[in-house]
């Protein structure tokens, strides 16, 4: 019993420890960002890399999403006589929830892994160390033109994906199973008001943060991982980041629907 | 060579370094004197890269000071660290380029950065330094396509653009085949010659070491043994000096007790 409560303390001082470390650096990105002028040919390779290589992804993932969606209501709206909803119910859906978080979660398997892997193989191979050797501040040079791709990046991912999904969903309601078409866009124009659209910005704008600042921060810390290193190491962090940034994530998407509804 | 009437261009007092509850340097004292090569030397693990990384601003020591041009670097502002790393080069083991750069661009990084010179003038220098280190045409090739002896020479050649009067090259030889670790000794050699650098080298290589240094320090278990011109060093009696001139591997004395303990230990 005094094992489990003394590994159970253990386990946190370290989480306690290594999120203080995450807000410091955060904190130093952030600082970065506005300390000078950026590198915007880095800014746009990021967004490249963040967002146009993503789009075939977000585009197939949406498009499932949006056919599911209308597929499930029309299940449930049939039973209550009130397909014509389905326009606003898939829109909304999408809108408000689906949209930034499948986004996100796309973007943390695609882009977080493998930020945060290549960050830490610049950690190990040195390149931080050279770069502060050069009196080049690695914050400014690496992370604050990934911060600013993500954040214009992903709440554009979002817009896509919400535009496809509400695509997909007339695909299936409309042409598959015969709602009117009318009634479908009908119905999304009448209930879909800009409050819902704030949501979603508001959301993928906290989402893209979250998901590269973890990524980010768990490649450049990847020499603090006790008991592994090199190719370990990196693999070990790589997975912590995936699974860690999408619990943020969820966990913010809780703290700001609550506010936001 | 040096001239031991000047003030030290780098001042070690009394340093004191750890990796969590490991100790890795007691007590370390050490004078570079500006223009000469001090060559630092040791086995595996006995400090060397760490005493860099405390005289590079990378680690902190615990206690002690380090001066470097009159700056006490454990006390000075990021400005002022920074300010005085435009003016030292660091060539790392691995050459340290990043990957994402080609080799020409790693090159310009630092004269891009901390310069207004125009784009015509940088490629020209960055050219300049390829033919230093017998790298002219590999300015295109991206980092991964180079062996290692070229990355080691390119990483020199970024450390040298900014024309620096204080070189710091970590473990030179390592992994390297003879006639290229030749090479870059002669390299380091033409360096102090044409730009009267100050030029500190960790290496374990004793070839190289005698070939180049005008001082070499020998560090043991984080403890310095011996500073001295290659003469002295090749002269010392200490019995750790003799050991790594002779590179007789280290006896140590088995404890049958211990032996067994360690063998017979439960997996934890």
Redesign the interface.
């Known amino acids: 019993m005094r094992q489990a409560i003394e590994k159970l303390g253990a386990h946190t001082i370290i989480n306690v420890e290594e999120l203080g470390r995450l807000s410091v650096f955060l904190f130093t990105v952030f600082k970065s960002v506005f300390s000078r002028a950026l590198r915007m040919s880095e800014v746009l390779k990021q967004v490249a890399f963040i967002g146009a290589r993503s789009m075939p992804i977000v585009i197939l993932s949406g498009l499932f999403t949006g056919m599911v969606l209308a597929l499930q209501f029309y299940d449930v709206l049939a039973r209550f006589g009130s397909v014509d909803l389905m326009g606003s119910a898939v829109a909304l859906s999408l809108i408000q929830e689906l949209g930034p978080v499948m986004t996100a979660l796309m973007i943390i398997a695609r882009v977080g892994s493998a930020t945060c892997a290549e960050i830490a193989?610049?950690r190990n191979?040195?390149?931080f160390?050279?770069?502060?050797?050069?009196?080049?501040d690695p914050y400014r040079y690496v992370m604050a033109p990934r911060l600013v791709a993500a954040i214009i990046s992903i709440p554009l991912l979002t817009a896509i994906f919400n535009v496809i999904g509400i695509l997909g969903g007339y695909l299936v309601g409309v042409l598959i199973k015969g709602v009117s078409g009318t009634a479908y866009l009908q119905s999304m124009i009448e209930r879909v008001v800009w409050d819902d659209v704030q949501m979603s910005i508001i959301k993928s704008f906290l989402f893209a943060i979250v998901v590269i600042w973890i990524a980010m921060g768990k490649g450049f810390f990847v020499h603090l991982e006790k008991g592994v290193s090199g190719a370990e190491a990196v693999s070990r962090v790589t997975t912590k980041a995936v699974v860690a940034s999408a619990i943020a994530m969820l966990f913010v998407d809780y703290i700001a629907s609550s506010f936001l509804i | 060579m040096a001239n031991d009437s000047e003030s030290p261009l780098i001042q070690v007092n009394g340093i004191d370094s750890f990796y969590g509850e490991r100790h890795i340097l007691k007590n370390v004292n050490l004078a570079i004197q500006p223009g000469e090569i001090l060559v630092i030397m040791g086995s595996s693990g006995s400090g060397k890269s760490t005493l860099l990384k405390n005289i590079l601003g990378l680690l902190k020591p615990a206690t002690g000071q380090i001066e470097i041009k009159g700056l006490d670097i454990c006390q000075a502002s990021k400005h002022e660290l920074t300010e005085l790393r435009k003016s030292m080069g660091v060539a790392f083991q691995g050459g340290a380029l990043l990957s994402s750069l080609s080799v020409g661009d790693n090159i310009k990084l630092p004269l891009r950065h901390h310069t207004n010179l125009d784009e015509k003038t940088i490629s020209i220098m960055t050219r300049l330094k390829l033919e230093m280190m017998n790298l002219a045409g590999f300015e295109d090739l991206m980092p991964s396509e180079l062996s290692g002896g070229m990355l080691k020479r390119a990483g020199l050649a970024r450390a040298v653009i900014m024309d620096p009067k204080l070189l710091f090259f970590d473990e030179p030889s390592a992994g390297l085949d003879p006639v290229t670790s030749a090479e870059l000794d002669e390299l380091i050699l033409k360096l102090r010659e044409a730009m009267n650098m100050t030029i500190v080298v960790v290496t374990h290589e004793l070839e190289s070491a005698f070939k180049i240094a005008d001082r070499i320090t020998i560090l043991f278990d984080g403890e310095i043994v011996i500073t001295g011109t290659v003469e002295e060093i090749k002269s010392c009696q200490d019995e750790r000096v003799v050991n790594l001139i002779n590179r007789t591997p280290r006896d140590e004395r088995i404890d049958a007790q211990q032996y067994l303990q360690r063998l017979t230990r439960e997996n934890q």
């Open positions: 193989i610049m191979e040195q390149q160390d050279a770069l502060q050797c050069m009196a080049i």
